[in-house]
């Protein structure tokens, strides 16, 4: 059973005829940057098999129930043509986490990775093996490769919020992509030398012992935090405090962390909306350590919680 602990239950004999998979995904392939030569209802059924990849496929050994299943969103932007069948696009993953007692939903993840080749052809096989992780051709391997690591990253992050570091085999599936990449010429984004805020990096901070902080950190600001604030505002904030300061000390021992930044991804309006209605003085303070943590929303921080 998943760990979303405050859902409802249901009864054992009905759980044991759900064999419910964990996304609820929307995959869309956009290709209105390429040229009319090509086919585009190559790219629909290319979007019809990356959905049936990501929501047919059992991804844990747990049951998700059907209000438990992730709602994520994929944008796939095909950007140009390399070669025959081979292209270059762009990658939008966004996924949410409910927050309890509310119908609002947090951000898990909201991040582009802006380099992305692989090779489709129409009707090809899109499976992903995990003991074959760049398959027989390293191209067509890179687009299941990418879109399975981003489906691991994004179920650790939602364990992680429900309880402290359960994520962590999750991280480690996506760490073994890493690992087993497909190698090409043509393919970037796997390894360190590939940049700063890529694949590489981003299972780096979530699986080295180093940076395990920002579980704990992760876990409270979503349990401690945002679950909290239907029943009790004033200590919800305060423990949100409390998170952002280990956040920002965890910033000072680990300044330029890719995690950091993922995680603050368009969250600052949700950080805004948590402390709106608080007492001057808590949002003094929390205005004092969003402006050291978000340092690019410093003014709308000020503006919008004085």
């Known amino acids: 059973m998943h760990k979303k602990i405050y859902l409802l239950i249901l009864p054992v004999a009905v759980a044991l005829h759900v064999s419910a998979q964990e996304f609820q995904a929307k995959v869309t392939v956009f290709a209105q940057q390429i040229g009319t030569t090509v086919n585009k209802n190559v790219f629909v059924t290319l979007q019809n098999q990356l959905t049936n990849m990501i929501n047919n496929r059992k991804w844990t ?7 438990e299943k992730i709602q994520c969103n994929f944008l796939l932007n095909i950007q140009s043509i390399a070669d025959d069948n081979v292209y270059k696009a762009s990658l939008t993953i966004q996924a949410a986490r409910p927050v309890y007692n509310s ?17 489709y052809i129409e009707y090809q096989p899109v499976e992903f093996n995990e003991s074959r992780v760049g398959g027989t051709d390293p191209l067509a391997g890179n687009l299941t490769a990418v879109f399975a690591y981003y489906v691991y990253i994004v179920l650790g992050l939602d364990y992680d919020s429900f309880e402290a570091k359960a994520g962590e085999q999750y991280f480690q599936k996506a760490q073994n992509i890493v690992t087993n990449a497909p190698e090409s010429r043509d393919i970037s984004g796997w390894k360190a030398f590939d940049g700063n805020r890529n694949r590489y990096w981003l299972t780096n901070n979530l699986t080295t012992s180093r940076y395990n902080q920002i579980h704990d950190i992760l876990y409270s600001y979503f349990r401690s935090g945002l679950d909290n ?9 305060n423990s949100m405090l409390q998170t952002l300061g280990s956040l920002m000390d965890f910033i000072q021992q680990n300044p330029n962390t890719m995690i950091v930044q993922f995680f603050l991804q368009n969250r600052s309006d949700e950080l805004i909306g948590i402390f709106k209605k608080a007492d001057p003085l808590t949002k003094s303070k929390a205005v004092e350590l969003l402006s050291k943590i978000d340092v690019s929303n410093t003014t709308k921080y000020r503006t919008e919680l004085k």
């Open 103 to 119: 119908a609002y939903q947090s951000p898990l993840v909201n991040f582009q990775d802006v380099d992305i080749t692989f090779k």
């Open 61 to 67: 050994k747990d049951v998700f129930q059907t209000q």
């Open 229 to 237: 604030l239907y029943q009790d505002q004033v200590a919800a904030r």
